[in-house]
């Protein structure tokens, strides 16, 4: 009696397979051009950083949020998340409170100041990514957008 073997998946891919090797030079690519928006969006905030600026992002996103959320979130450890969380303090950029119900906990949140450079920041980002696909269809942006967001997702597994 023979048994039939799994279907190949494309977990079975060859790792030197041409396309693989396309999509690890795409997404140096991406990274490298990721660093550079991260540093022009740093550098909407003065003296910011743009670890700082990851930082910020995701306190804007997930406020009242803790240190070591943030980490966590943000893939950095927890003394460089507060080295950061300190410069965006003396920037006016955050707060930091203790929680209401157990005071041994500390909650970071963005200052009104902090939303409103954002959102300019975020505005000449976007206008950058705008113009990168002005010459695509918008299914073709929708498609994109899809598949990234599905790649990132399988790369953080």
Known sequence: MTSASAPATRADADPDA????????????????????AREAAGGFGDLQPAGWGVLRHV??????????????VGMDKSAVSRQLKALRDLGLVSMR???????????????EARHRARAVSETVRRGY???????????IERFAADLARFTAAVGR
Do not use: K
Request: aromatic letters at 6%.
């Open 98 to 112: 203790r929680d209401d119900d157990d005071a041994r906990v500390v909650l970071v949140e963005p200052t009104a």
């Open 130 to 140: 705008a113009r990168a696909v002005a010459d695509w269809e918008p299914d073709e």
């Open 60 to 73: 804007l996103v997930a406020a009242p949020v803790q240190p070591g959320a943030i980490a966590e979130a």
């Open 18 to 37: 041409p396309e693989l090797e396309s999509v690890e030079r795409s997404v140096w690519s991406l990274f490298r051009a990721a660093r550079g928006f």
